[in-house]
C-alpha cells in the first residue's frame, strides 16, 4: 500500500510562489507516475501537471504552463510542485496521486490508484 502525504499550502498574495511536497511510503515513486491535480469549491477535480516515473517525462495543464514545475527528488522520496505567479484562480485543494499505469502520463484522475489527504492554496487578490 503507497500512502502519500502533502505539505507546503497555504495563504499568498497574487504573484507569489508556494512550493508543495508529495512525500511516499510504502513504496518508491521510481516505480509510479505522479500528479498533481487541484478542486475549487462548487467544481470538479482537474490535471495540473504530471511525472513520469523516471522523472524525465512531465506534462502540463495550459493553464499553469511557465508558471509551476513538477519534479522528483528520488532520494527523498518525494514529488514537488514550484508554483510562481500565483493568481487567485489557483486557488483550490491541491491533491497528489500516484498511478501504476506508467506506460504514459494520465490526466484523469479515475486513472490514479493512491491519493494525498490534500494541501489548501489560497491566492488572495
Known amino acids: 500500500q503507497v500512502q502519500l502525504v502533502e505539505s507546503g499550502g497555504g495563504l499568498v498574495q497574487a504573484g507569489g510562489s508556494l512550493r508543495l511536497s508529495c512525500a511516499a511510503s510504502?513504496?518508491?515513486?521510481?516505480?509510479?507516475?505522479v500528479g498533481w491535480f487541484r478542486q475549487a469549491p462548487g467544481k470538479e477535480r482537474e490535471f495540473v501537471a504530471a511525472?513520469?516515473?523516471?522523472?524525465?517525462?512531465?506534462s502540463y495543464v495550459a493553464s499553469v504552463k511557465g508558471r509551476f514545475t513538477i519534479s522528483k527528488d528520488k532520494a527523498m522520496n518525494t514529488v514537488y510542485l514550484q508554483m510562481n505567479s500565483l493568481k487567485p484562480e489557483d486557488t483550490a485543494v491541491y491533491y497528489c496521486?500516484?498511478?501504476?499505469?506508467?506506460?504514459?502520463?494520465?490526466?484523469?484522475?479515475?486513472?490514479?490508484?493512491?491519493w494525498g489527504q490534500g494541501a489548501q492554496v489560497n491566492v488572495s487578490s
Open positions: 511525472i513520469n516515473w523516471s522523472g524525465r517525462t512531465t
Open positions: 496521486g500516484a498511478s501504476n499505469r506508467i506506460l504514459r502520463l494520465e490526466v484523469h484522475s479515475s486513472e490514479y490508484d493512491y
Open positions: 510504502g513504496r518508491t515513486f521510481s516505480t509510479l507516475n
